[in-house]
C-alpha cells in the first residue's frame, strides 16, 4: 500500500512516526512556505523554501536506529546565544545539503537519516514564494506566519489564500499522488498549512485524477484568525474549494467533553460534527476518539495512525 500524506511540518512531526510503524509505502509532501521563526530568517537571507518544516518530517521518517540517534539529536539543537540565537541547527543541516535546489538532495538527505527505501520526504514545490491570505474586509496578509499567528481581528473570515507568486510542482511529486492508494490530507491548520500544498500549480490537478481514497483529518479546535465558528462540514468546504474534488472521509474527533484550561487562547472551540450538513456533501464521517489527552491542541499519533489503516 502506498500512503501520500499532504501537511505542515507540525503534522508531519506528529503523524510520520507512527504511520512508519505499519508496512506501508510512504511520501509525506510537506508544504514549504513557512514565513517565521529561524525558517523565515534562512528564507529572507538565501531565498528557497521552508526547511524547518521539512526538518520535522526527516525526523519523523528518520531511522530510530542508535546509528541516527545523535544526528537526530543534533538536527533538534536550538542555539540561544550570540548571532545564531533562535537558530534551528538542523535547518543548516538541510541547507548544507542543498535542499531546496532539487528532489536529488532531497534523496541524499533522506540517506543520511536513514529512511527506509520506500518512505520519502516531497514538497509540493521548489520555487520560492510567499503564502497570502485576502480576508473579507479586503485586507491582504502576506507570510505563512502572519496568517497563522494572525495580527488582524480573528473573527473577520478568510475570504481566499494564494500563494505570491505562483508555485509549480515537479513531475516526481505529481507522479507520487498520481499512484498512491491513499490520500491523507492533515493534521494541520486549515489555511497556514494544509491549503499551502495544494495551491500549487499541478498538486489540485494531480488529486483530482488520482483513484486514492482520500482521507482529510478535521481539527480538533476552531482556530482564531483561521477557523474562528467552523464546525466540519465548513472545513471540507473550503478545503474542495481549492482542491476541486470531495476527500472520501474526514476523521473526526469524538471526544467532545474536555475541559479547555491549559489550550492556547487561539484555540476556540471543539470543532462540531454537523452530521446532516456532511450528508448533503457526500462526505463520510469518521468519528472516533483522537485526541492527545497531553496536549489538546493535538491529535494522538498512535489514534490517529491506526484510524487511517483501518480505513478501505
Given at each position: 500500500m502506498k500512503i501520500v500524506t499532504i501537511m505542515g511540518g507540525t503534522g508531519s512531526y506528529v503523524i510520520l512516526p507512527e504511520l512508519k510503524k505499519y508496512n506501508v509505502d510512504i511520501t509525506a509532501i510537506i508544504g514549504g512556505f513557512d514565513s517565521g521563526g529561524s525558517t523565515g530568517r534562512i528564507r529572507r537571507e538565501f531565498g528557497g523554501i521552508a526547511l524547518g518544516d521539512l526538518r520535522r518530517g526527516f525526523l519523523g521518517l528518520g531511522s530510530d536506529e542508535d546509528a541516527y540517534g545523535l544526528l537526530k539529536e543534533a538536527t533538534k539543537h536550538r542555539f540561544n546565544t550570540g548571532?545564531?540565537?533562535?537558530?534551528?541547527?538542523?535547518?543548516?543541516?538541510?541547507?548544507?545539503?542543498?535542499?531546496?535546489?532539487?528532489?536529488?538532495?532531497?534523496?541524499?538527505?533522506?540517506?543520511?537519516?536513514?529512511?527506509?527505501?520506500?518512505?520519502?520526504?516531497?514538497?509540493?514545490?521548489?520555487?520560492?514564494?510567499?503564502?497570502?491570505?485576502?480576508?473579507?474586509?479586503?485586507?491582504?496578509?502576506?507570510?505563512?506566519?502572519?496568517?497563522?499567528?494572525?495580527?488582524?481581528?480573528?473573527?473577520?473570515?478568510?475570504?481566499?489564500?494564494?500563494?505570491?507568486?505562483?508555485?509549480?510542482?515537479?513531475?516526481?511529486?505529481?507522479?507520487?499522488?498520481?499512484?498512491?492508494?491513499?490520500?491523507?490530507?492533515?493534521?494541520?491548520?486549515?489555511?497556514?498549512?494544509?491549503?499551502?500544498?495544494?495551491?500549487?500549480k499541478g498538486i489540485k490537478e494531480a488529486l483530482k485524477r488520482s483513484n486514492a481514497k482520500k482521507i482529510f483529518i478535521c481539527n480538533i479546535f476552531t482556530k482564531a484568525g483561521e477557523t474562528h465558528d467552523f464546525n466540519v462540514s465548513d472545513h471540507i468546504r473550503e478545503l474542495v474549494k481549492y482542491m476541486g474534488v470531495k476527500p472520501d472521509y474526514v476523521i473526526i474527533n469524538s471526544k467532545t467533553d474536555l475541559k479547555l484550561e491549559g489550550v492556547k487562547d487561539c484555540y476556540l472551540s471543539f470543532v462540531e460534527a454537523d452530521a446532516e450538513e456532511l450528508k448533503k456533501i457526500g462526505v463520510k464521517p469518521v468519528l472516533a476518539d483522537t485526541v492527545n489527552y497531553k496536549e489538546l491542541k493535538k491529535h494522538d499519533p498512535q489514534k490517529l495512525a491506526k484510524v487511517i489503516m483501518e480505513l478501505g
Open positions: 548571532f545564531m540565537e533562535g537558530q534551528c541547527l538542523g535547518n543548516f543541516i538541510l541547507l548544507s545539503q542543498e535542499i531546496g535546489k532539487g528532489i536529488e538532495n532531497i534523496r541524499k538527505a533522506e540517506k543520511l537519516f536513514g529512511f527506509k527505501p520506500n518512505h520519502h520526504i516531497m514538497p509540493p514545490s521548489f520555487d520560492d514564494c510567499q503564502l497570502c491570505a485576502e480576508l473579507e474586509n479586503g485586507e491582504i496578509i502576506e507570510g505563512e506566519t502572519n496568517i497563522d499567528v494572525p495580527k488582524h481581528d480573528s473573527k473577520i473570515k478568510i475570504k481566499r489564500v494564494f500563494l505570491r507568486p505562483e508555485a509549480f510542482s515537479y513531475d516526481e511529486c505529481i507522479r507520487e499522488i498520481e499512484n498512491a492508494d491513499k490520500i491523507v490530507i492533515g493534521p494541520g491548520d486549515l489555511y497556514s498549512s494544509i491549503l499551502q500544498s495544494i495551491l500549487v
